[in-house]
């Protein structure tokens, strides 16, 4: 554990200016306030925020962070108040530990409601103030650092996890490659230790083998620099067992078909210097095609700047090289916390140097984050669009009058359209890439210029979240289908009610709906509208509400299930793909679908609408070449709770007296209401019966013939699907 004066040393060795008195006064009260308290490791609790701070000044992080980094625990985990840190310690520091404490309070868990609300938080904090999230990072590595002595296992794990999942990409998006990697490589240990292991058994085999040839080759390298009279230094690196491991499962190869193990890092003192000691590798060594990337003409966006290439080397061995200057190296390593520096008799952020640097602001990649999370969506989609955030890599290309936009490897022209503004993406109608008309399925590559071509109002398929991989594309797309749904439930909840109050021997005319609002908590009709058509507002209780004094008979008869129908009311009860305004729906009588069942739509080519199928019907095959005619649809919450529907079964049942007579009486008994019956194929011994019956849904008819083919008479029972 770093000393009061150790801890002071540090600081005062990169900041001569930083505020001594303020230093010791917060950690004093970091000591004083978590007094007796204990670490799982038996250690002192206040020994956990000084290693923290510790770590921060390594990266030379100015007085406030540092005093943050003492405080970070003391609003959590003691009698400490916001209130009390500001009077001690000034405003900026009071805000910047509740920040971290929000953070601490919301650690993310595997349960994916609470961890996309906690994401959401996260998220929307850091956002404010990168060293709200360099101190959490720093906290998070510290206590990953001592995460063996939790004695729990699934408490290891889950922990390793989110480290892996958040904290760790989180690390790389602001460029502090160091914690980044230490990270991932701490939660490797205790996530999947046997491979772990494994690895680094072969990368010591690899050592014995190769380590003289890598001493060799930075020799051969440096030599050839400096006979064209480019200062450099030269050294090899191994990569980490994580980044192999990540590898090996990516590229599905075996350890022994990696090239680049090992890797050689130049470094150069100009930017010019960097082109110049490319140009000297080159011509010493063949380059392998399709492996130079310029990551300073076009940094990434954690602002990572560098040259890659690959060559082979001497002895045939495939070489990958890293070009870069001292202070490129420096914000590989470091990122965002690179920018700390003494300036103007004061230390701090230097946005001037970072804009020298790369260029990018430190956190536009979490802002872009921030826009995800106000497109909503469930928890599932959250999490999900915040990773592809995180996670991918990048590719560069350019609008028509040269703007460069950098998007995710993989990304396609809607992720193009949407990252240049959420109006263009929506409008969307097609694409000229480098001045050519192209599918939306086409994949962007570095250089291409990208010209979208709108239409006149936004029209967004469902299928549009297939052509994209951003994050914010698809929960831009996802809102916009929301907004769509909502108008369709809407639709759906306004005609439910009217049909109920119609049953009831009511009208909605004239009638305030004021108390079924306040019953259900919302704050409009259109919302009322919305909560029936999605089931969250059963229209009896929407009955009751309004009409106190309704009568039994005539609750049940705006209680009681409707029976679902060809033409317009079908839109009670079928929601999706191609239902479009004035698009009339049908149910096949070859399959006749009930609620529960998967259905699909046909539009069928005569043009007289939608014909819903169910998905194994035998019809649907005449239509497997005709992809443009499918649709997808679902149940609406009224068909699956509110409505009856019409289905046929075929049974093969015993020639006896008064075995028809048992067959419907099994039917009446197990709620089923028989419609139609028709006997054929009449023999000595046996006869089938086609019986139209109503029921609720799918598993109410599973019921019904799971009860007919019980009966000893009854042979045979089969759904009728095509």
């Given at each position: 554990m770093l000393r009061q004066f150790e801890l002071i040393e540090k600081v005062r060795s990169y900041d001569p200016t930083a505020d001594e008195a303020l230093l010791n006064r917060a950690y004093v009260y970091a000591m004083r306030q978590h007094g007796s308290q204990k670490r799982a490791s038996g250690d002192?609790?206040?020994?956990?925020?000084?290693?923290?701070a510790g770590i921060l000044t390594d990266y030379r992080l100015d007085t406030e962070t540092i005093v943050t980094a003492l405080l970070h625990d003391v609003i959590e985990d003691t009698d400490a108040t916001r209130e009390k840190v500001e009077e001690l310690f000034g405003a900026e520091i009071a805000e910047l530990v509740e920040g971290v404490t929000k953070l601490s309070k919301l650690e993310l868990s595997s349960e994916h409601l609470r961890q996309a609300e906690n994401l959401r938080k996260f998220i929307l904090a850091i956002s404010k103030d990168v060293r709200v999230l360099l101190v959490k990072l720093a906290d998070r590595l510290h206590n990953m650092r001592t995460l063996h002595f939790i004695k729990t296992p699934a408490k290891r794990e889950r922990i390793a996890r989110e480290t892996l999942d958040i904290y760790a990409p989180l690390a790389r998006s602001i460029g502090v490659h160091r914690i980044c990697a230490e990270l991932e490589e701490l939660a490797f240990a205790h996530l999947n230790p046997v491979a772990r292991d494994a690895i680094i058994r072969r990368l010591e085999v690899l050592r014995q083998q190769q380590g003289g040839a890598v001493a060799l080759v930075s020799q051969e390298i440096t030599t050839r620099l400096q006979e064209a009279g480019v200062p450099s230094r030269v050294f090899g690196r191994e990569k980490h067992p994580f980044s192999i491991w990540r590898k090996l499962q990516r590229k599905s190869i075996g350890f022994s078909q990696l090239s680049d193990i090992y890797a050689f890092r130049v470094i150069v003192d100009t930017e010019d210097d960097c082109y110049r000691a490319l140009g000297v590798i080159h011509r010493a060594w063949p380059s392998v095609p399709e492996r130079f990337k310029d990551f300073i003409s076009t940094p990434k966006r954690n602002n990572y700047r560098s040259l890659h290439t690959t060559v082979v080397g001497p002895k045939g061995m495939r070489i990958e090289m890293q070009i870069r200057t001292e202070s490129m190296d420096q914000v590989a390593e470091e990122g965002v916390a690179a920018h700390w520096r003494y300036k103007n008799e004061s230390y701090g952020f230097d946005a001037e140097h970072q804009a020298a640097a790369g260029g990018r602001d430190p956190l536009v990649n979490l802002r872009h984050l921030v826009q995800v999370l106000e497109h909503g969506g469930d928890a599932e989609e959250l999490v999900e669009h915040a990773k592809l955030e995180m996670y991918l890599d990048q590719v560069f290309v350019f609008t028509p009058k040269g703007r460069l936009v950098s998007l995710p490897r993989g990304a396609m022209p809607l992720d193009f359209a949407y990252a240049v503004h959420t109006d263009i993406g929506d409008t969307t109608i097609g694409v000229k890439i480098n001045g050519e008309l192209k599918p939306l399925r086409t994949t962007l590559q570095n250089g291409d210029v990208v010209e979208?071509?709108?239409?006149?109002?936004?029209?967004?398929?469902?299928?549009?979240?297939?052509?994209?991989?951003?994050?914010?594309?698809?929960?831009?797309?996802?809102?916009?289908?929301?907004?769509?749904?909502?108008?369709?439930?809407?639709?759906?909840?306004?005609?439910?009610?009217?049909?109920?109050?119609?049953?009831?021997?009511?009208?909605?005319?004239?009638?305030?709906?004021?108390?079924?609002?306040?019953?259900?908590?919302?704050?409009?009709?259109?919302?009322?509208?919305?909560?029936?058509?999605?089931?969250?507002?059963?229209?009896?209780?929407?009955?009751?509400?309004?009409?106190?004094?309704?009568?039994?008979?005539?609750?049940?008869?705006?209680?009681?299930?409707?029976?679902?129908q060809d033409g317009a009311g079908a839109r009670l009860y079928v929601r999706g793909g191609g239902l479009t305004p004035g698009v009339s729906i049908h149910f096949g009588e070859c399959c006749s679908p009930v609620p529960g069942d998967r259905i699909v739509g046909i539009l069928e080519s005569d043009g007289r609408g939608l014909t819903v199928h169910t998905i194994d019907c035998e019809r649907l095959a005449e239509f497997e070449e005709r992809e443009e005619l499918w649709r997808d649809l679902q149940w609406t919450p009224e068909a699956e709770r509110n409505a009856v529907a019409r289905a046929r079964v075929t049974a093969t049942i015993r020639n006896a007296p008064g075995v028809l007579g048992q067959v419907c009486s099994i039917i009446g008994e197990a709620g089923g209401n028989i419609m139609n019956l028709r006997m054929h194929h009449r023999q000595q011994d046996f006869f089938e019966v086609d019986i139209d019956v109503d029921v609720q849904d799918a598993k109410h008819l599973t019921h019904i013939a799971a009860a007919l083919r019980a009966n000893p008479s009854v042979e045979t029972v089969e759904r009728m699907k095509g």
């Open positions: 002192p609790y206040f020994a956990h925020p000084i290693e923290v979208v071509i709108r239409g006149g109002k936004p029209v967004v398929p469902p299928d549009w979240r297939s052509l994209t991989v951003t994050g914010r594309a698809r929960s831009a797309i996802r809102r916009h289908i929301r907004q769509t749904e909502r108008e369709e439930f809407v639709r759906l909840g306004r005609a439910t009610i009217d049909q109920a109050f119609e049953s009831a021997g009511k009208s909605r005319k004239d009638v305030s709906l004021r108390p079924a609002l306040d019953r259900f908590a919302v704050a409009s009709e259109e919302d009322l509208f919305e909560a029936i058509g999605r089931g969250r507002a059963p229209p009896a209780q929407v009955l009751e509400a309004v009409f106190p004094g309704l009568k039994a008979a005539e609750r049940e008869a705006a209680a009681a299930r409707r029976h679902i």
